[in-house]
C-alpha cells in the first residue's frame, strides 16, 4: 500500500489596514500592531521577553501559532532585519528561512535555526521538509504574492484593523496570476481587529 505523506500547510498572516497596506511608507507597522496589546489575556511566546496581551478572541487565534503549530517560517530581509533577526530565534520558535540575495554580516550564527536562500521558492522547499506535517508561516508580502503566483499557497490570514493608512506597503499588490478565488473566511472578532481565515482555492 502506497504511504500517505502528510504536507505542511503554507499560511501567509499579516495585519492589515482596511485599506490594503501592511505598513506606512516608510515600513512603520505601529497603527497596525496595537491589537497585541490591548486586551487582558496573555499570550506567551518562545521568547520570555515577549508576551502579547490581547482579548479573549485574540487569544484564541494566536495560542495554535504560538503552541507549535508552526514548524517553519519565511521571512525577507527587510523585516529580517528590522527585528533585527529577533535576537536569533522568532517568537513562534520554528526556524526561520530568509530570502535575500546576500547574508546580513555576523549571519547565519551557531547559535540560530536561522537560515539564508537566494532563491523563494528553494527557501519554501527546504521549510515544508523542517516543518514536515505542521504549519510554513509566510510573513512577508512580497513572499506572499510569490507564492501566490507559483500555486504554493493554503491560506491567507488577514488580521484587519480598522485604520484607513492611504498610502503605504501593500500587501497583494503586483499578483500576475489573478483572479485568485478564495473559500469564505473563518471569521474571529477581538478587540481593534477582525482576523479573516482564508483558504484559497486551487
Do not use: C
Request: no cysteine; hydrophobic share 40%; charged share 20%.
Amino acid at each position: 500500500m502506497k504511504e500517505l505523506r502528510i504536507m505542511a500547510k503554507v499560511v501567509a498572516e499579516m495585519s492589515m489596514s482596511l485599506d490594503g497596506f501592511i505598513g506606512n511608507p516608510h515600513g512603520e507597522v505601529d497603527e497596525l500592531f496595537g491589537w497585541y496589546g490591548n486586551g487582558p489575556v496573555e499570550v506567551p511566546t518562545a521568547n520570555e521577553h515577549l508576551t502579547f496581551r490581547v482579548s479573549e478572541a485574540s487569544a484564541g487565534h494566536l495560542r495554535p501559532a504560538f503552541s507549535g503549530a508552526v514548524g517553519a517560517l519565511l521571512t525577507g530581509r527587510r523585516n529580517f532585519e528590522a527585528s533585527q533577526g529577533w535576537g536569533g530565534a522568532h517568537p513562534v520558535g520554528a526556524p526561520v528561512f530568509v530570502v535575500s540575495h546576500s547574508i546580513p554580516p555576523g549571519w547565519p550564527r551557531a547559535d540560530s535555526t536561522t537560515t539564508f536562500y537566494d532563491d523563494a521558492l528553494r527557501a519554501l522547499e527546504a521549510a515544508k521538509r523542517v516543518a514536515g506535517d505542521r504549519i510554513v508561516a509566510v510573513s512577508t508580502p512580497t513572499l506572499t504574492r510569490q507564492y501566490l503566483d507559483a500555486g504554493e499557497l493554503d491560506e491567507i490570514v488577514v488580521s484587519l484593523v480598522p485604520v484607513l493608512l492611504g498610502a503605504g506597503i501593500s500587501f497583494f499588490s503586483g499578483l500576475s496570476k489573478t483572479p485568485v478565488r478564495l473559500e469564505d473566511p473563518l471569521v474571529v472578532e477581538g478587540t481593534g481587529v477582525t482576523h479573516l481565515t482564508y483558504r484559497v482555492r486551487r
